[in-house]
T-cell receptor, first 112, second 113 residues
């Protein structure tokens, strides 16, 4: 069966510090991968999606970047965090060509 | 106006009550999802539907494509149903196949014993 992992589960970082959140998927090959952010009191927003290794599309301009160095690994990064980067970050995967997405447990990021 | 609107935003019920959460959308879609987010943040997919009605246990989801509207019903509600329920739609936007979803704001459901 397929599983999706995210770490860390929670993170508190000072403004201006770097960020690296990792997402890995097991039990499937060549998945579509997604990074979402849920800011406090707001709905989920798609940040990045990837259809393959080193193939990343950004949905909104922002302070973050994403990379996919391996087929089942998706990394969300920032060189310098802003206060507005605080939120709940969710990784998700789907089988290419199909609709249903499966979500990871999420990372709660607080930037102070 | 958001592409996906949910109502109500907050819903409080007594255990055993029948609950309905509504979702309206303004774009053509290929599928609609109902998701459940627990207080810890984890999200679980409840339903994915493109027509008609689906039932799973005490949960029922319906969709009317012509009216661009979907409802999620919970029968015999229980305190463990307390969560945020999120409607999300996958639009046809340019024939993409990557499964991009547009999310509603969510409905916060609290069921009291």
């Amino acid at each position: 069966s397929q599983t999706i992992h995210q770490w860390p589960a929670t993170l508190v970082q000072p403004v201006g510090s770097p960020l690296s959140l990792e997402c890995t998927v097991e039990g499937t090959s060549n998945p579509n991968l997604y990074w979402y952010r849920q800011a406090a009191g707001r709905g989920l927003q798609l940040l990045f999606y990837s259809i393959g290794i080193d193939q990343i599309s950004s949905e909104v301009p922002q302070n973050l970047s994403a990379s996919r160095p391996q087929d089942r690994q998706f990394i969300l990064s920032s060189k310098k965090l802003l206060l507005s980067d605080s939120g709940f970050y969710l990784c998700a995967w789907s089988v290419q060509g199909l609709n249903e997405q499966f979500f990871g447990p999420g990372t709660r990021l607080t930037v102070l | 106006k958001n592409e996906v609107e949910q109502s109500p935003q907050n819903l409080t019920a007594q255990e055993g009550e029948f609950i309905t959460i509504n979702c309206s959308y303004s774009v053509g879609i290929s599928a609609l999802h109902w998701l459940q987010q627990h207080p810890g943040g984890g999200i679980v997919s409840l339903f994915m539907l493109s027509s008609g009605k689906k039932k799973h246990g005490r949960l029922i989801a319906t969709i009317n494509i012509q009216e661009k509207h979907s409802s999620l019903h919970i029968t015999a509600s229980h305190p463990r149903d307390s969560a945020v329920y999120i409607c999300a739609v996958r639009s046809y936007a340019g024939g993409t196949s990557y499964g991009k979803l547009t999310f509603g704001q969510g409905t916060i459901l609290t069921v009291h014993p």
